[in-house]
């Protein structure tokens, strides 16, 4: 694998002349070191690896050397289970919350006992199929022949890291990694009716349009209450985290450290105020005290009848419209703005008294938070607790207003809390069991597509840990994500692209945040509920303290997932005559406009000097315009928008991704191509060369020195067997270049 001579020059240009075969070689157990060439924190993450070792000669007679590796990851099985542990803990709590609503009239008892035990029903089931993971101790791989089983249905269909290192005579050694994974669909559940995309939109659409006449609140104010829920629970702890460091830096006496405690205990206060001022949670409150027991509801008056005319609960409310707003002649609406306004009244004294402590201690008076009146008069209550205490006591000073300050956020949580939980209990109520079947589908791909993510940021973080632009990329801007889709749009495959769109587009809501490592376990560990997660990848403290500032400090790192779909088999042909396209259509063009955005987004926020290096090095720009007019054409199985996509990617430092149903055949074929148009777009591989270095990687069965390459040892892990599932009538409907090689495909099952 080492240079070579110039001397052995000759012989080169004889093979390449003579049409012989490139030479490739099997991987002896030494070469291959069980993955030795991977760093140790990558190693703790893959296993299983299966590498390959090949020479392709240049343009100009020289070889360049090239190690195929495909792996396992443990993280086929670990993301699956720590969210399953999650969806649980988050069942649960939510579970307490309805029970812990109080006593309801008749009718929303009913329903809350109706809700409550089809709740329970799917917290006993994701327990089940969590205690079965448990049992998969070190498993790191899901077949294809898999796919159907109910027991692993949240862990992803045969995921690989696919990586090519590149060693040329002339140019820097290259790295291209690519993650192979099973389209991410629930397989178990069935596409009779469709996929998520579909079933979503058929939902939402049927609860707009009947049997929810007695429900308050829109389908956005469902999504807003569950932000709203979720907001509370990343900014309560936060808030209290900082008010703590506030009193640290008061019990060390340091004004500047103080200063800097204090504007950012303001800064994520004032965004807890703010969730609160929306006009749901207040109706929300509305709604739950009049689904009390003999709660009254008063109708809306009319311009030319103001009489309160009242209707008991035990019947639901009939608002005649849906987003209707109740009013209630004994409900005090006031009493809400005043709980929630304490929270920023208690904060203003904070600031007060730190601008106090700091201005008699003889240093500068001008507080980070501004002056205290800035919400009106204070309660009589919290001006008294600012008073004339000796200046050395700051410390003392400072905690009963901490106290204060996290006693009034608690009854405003607890309030909203309730309120918004009711909302949830409602939109529960009136569309079980479809409500919970479409969650339980949606956890499902969701899982899949989350476990390929994480594999993906952390092989990338990994092999990128040296590199200043991408560190700086990372933080400034997040990283592309892209996902290359190979399924047709015709029968059930049809069901799992829409499964897969949108599991994809669930992906940001999840955030990625760096920490040391304080044990030897390296595993990821997630956090956070369905509407918000947090990722937390541990690296070791020598390799930690080399990071960014911005990293260091927790910054959450977010991802751009975008997804290009382009079927290439038959049945994509029955799909383009006699079928419908309009669902690959429509993907193509609204993730181009995520791509557009975020490219927007990296030239706006990326250094300027940087920015024009880069764009001296990569044309983008043209790349973006190519990539938009080939999904205007509208040609037939145009895979050019599959190569443009992947292009894109690779330049912005992406993360690449390919998928087919199972990522065995149509994926082998794929990545096999997109290695061999690397080697010959960016490292000169003979062009005489492109189809032999092709087939050699798929298979190589006519060479001597190697009976296959890493994709047909894919194959053969899946289905037991050294052959593609492919017929030959198939393979007239591929385009040409994802064919492979004669004696590589036949009968199999899939």
């Known amino acids: 694998m080492g240079e070579i001579e110039d001397g052995d020059t000759d012989h080169i240009t004889t093979d390449v002349q003579g049409q012989k075969c490139a030479l490739a070689y099997e991987c002896t157990a030494a070469e291959s070191g069980s993955g030795k060439d991977n760093s140790p924190l990558l190693n703790a993450v893959l296993r299983n690896p299966v590498c390959k070792l090949y020479r392709f000669p240049t343009s100009d007679n020289k070889w360049m050397q090239i190690r195929e590796q495909m792996s396992e990851s443990v993280l086929s099985f670990h993301i699956p289970k720590e969210l399953i542990a999650l969806n ?132 956005e104010n469902t999504a807003k209450a569950k932000e709203v829920l979720s907001h509370i629970s990343q900014l309560q702890p936060l808030i209290a985290t900082h008010a703590d460091l506030l009193l640290s830096s008061a019990s060390r006496r340091s004004p500047d450290s103080l200063k800097s405690s204090l504007k950012t205990l303001s800064e994520k206060t004032e965004l807890f105020v703010h969730a609160f001022k929306d006009q749901l949670v207040r109706s929300a409150l509305l709604a739950l005290y009049t689904a009390r027991p003999g709660g009254l509801l008063k109708k809306p008056p009319s311009p030319k009848d103001s009489t309160e005319d009242t209707c008991p609960l035990d019947e639901p409310p009939q608002l005649g419209r849906q987003d209707s707003i109740p009013h209630h002649s004994d409900y005090d609406e006031e009493e809400w703005d005043r709980v929630w306004a304490n929270v920023g009244k208690s904060l203003n004294c904070i600031i007060a008294t730190v601008d106090k402590l700091i201005e008699r201690d003889g240093h500068d008076g001008g507080g980070p938070g501004g002056s205290s009146g800035q919400d009106g008069d204070m309660e009589p209550s919290l001006e008294d607790s600012i008073t004339s205490h000796p200046k050395e006591d700051w410390y003392e000073q400072l905690q009963p207003l901490i106290l204060t300050l996290k006693e009034c956020m608690g009854e405003v949580v607890s309030r909203a809390k309730q309120s918004l939980t009711f909302v949830l209990l409602q939109e529960l109520a009136y569309s079980l069991p479809q409500c919970l079947m479409l969650t339980l589908r949606r956890d499902i791909v969701f899982s899949q597509a989350l476990a390929g993510l994480v594999c993906g940021f952390i092989i990338k973080l990994h092999t990128s840990l040296h590199d200043p632009d991408f560190l700086q990329q990372l933080h400034t801007v997040g990283l592309i994500a892209q996902y290359e889709g190979l399924l047709s749009t015709y029968s059930d495959e049809i069901g799992m692209l829409e499964d897969m769109a949108v599991g994809i587009s ?128 509208k040609k037939r199985k145009n895979v050019e928008i599959m190569w443009l996509a992947a292009t894109i990617c690779r330049k912005l430092n992406g993360i690449r991704f390919t998928c087919c149903k199972s990522a065995k055949d149509r994926t082998s074929m794929s990545v096999t191509l997109e290695q061999c148009s690397i080697l010959r777009d960016e490292h000169q591989l003979h062009k005489d060369f492109f189809l032999r270095a092709l087939d050699c990687m798929r298979s ?49 099952d899939t």
């Open 506 to 633: 669930d992906l940001r809501k999840v955030a990625f945040k760096i920490t040391e490592a304080k044990s030897s376990d390296d595993l990821p560990v997630l956090t956070g509920r369905r509407e918000h997660y947090v990722v937390e990848v541990r690296l070791p403290a020598a390799v930690f303290e080399s990071l960014p500032l911005q990293i260091k400090e927790g910054q959450l790192l977010h991802v751009y997932p975008v997804l290009f779909n382009v079927g290439i088999n038959e049945q994509q042909t029955l799909a383009e005559r006699f079928g419908d396209v309009s669902l690959q259509e429509s993907i193509n063009q609204e993730n181009f406009e995520l791509v557009q955005e975020y490219y927007s987004i990296f030239t706006e926020k990326m250094p300027p000097d940087y920015i024009s290096h880069f764009q001296e090095q990569n044309d983008l720009k043209g790349l973006l315009d190519s990539l938009h007019q080939n999904i205007q054409a």
């Open 88 to 219: 649980i803990k988050e069942d649960l709590c939510r579970n307490q919350e309805l029970k812990e609503l109080g006593d309801l009239s008749p009718h929303w008892d009913n329903l809350r006992k109706n809700v409550l035990t089809h709740c329970d029903q799917m917290v006993t089931m994701y327990q089940d199929i969590l205690t079965e993971l448990t049992k998969e101790t070190g498993s790191s791989f899901k077949s294809s022949s898999s796919k159907g089983e109910k027991t692993l249905e949240f862990v992803p269909i045969n995921l690989h890291l696919q990586r090519m290192q590149v060693h040329s005579p002339h140019l820097k050694d290259a790295l291209y990694d690519v993650i192979t994974v099973g389209a991410p669909a629930a397989h178990f559940q069935g596409f009779k009716n469709g996929g998520l995309r579909k079933l979503l939109h058929r939902f939402e659409t049927e609860r707009r349009n009947t049997g929810y006449q007695f429900i308050y609140y829109s389908p």
């Open 700 to 748: 190589c069965t006519f060479c001597p020195f190697t009976r296959e390459g890493c994709r047909i040892e894919n194959v053969l892990k899946n289905i037991k067997c050294r052959r593609y599932a492919f017929n030959m009538l198939q393979l007239l409907a591929f385009p040409k270049c994802y064919r492979p090689p004669e004696g590589t495909y036949g009968k199999a």
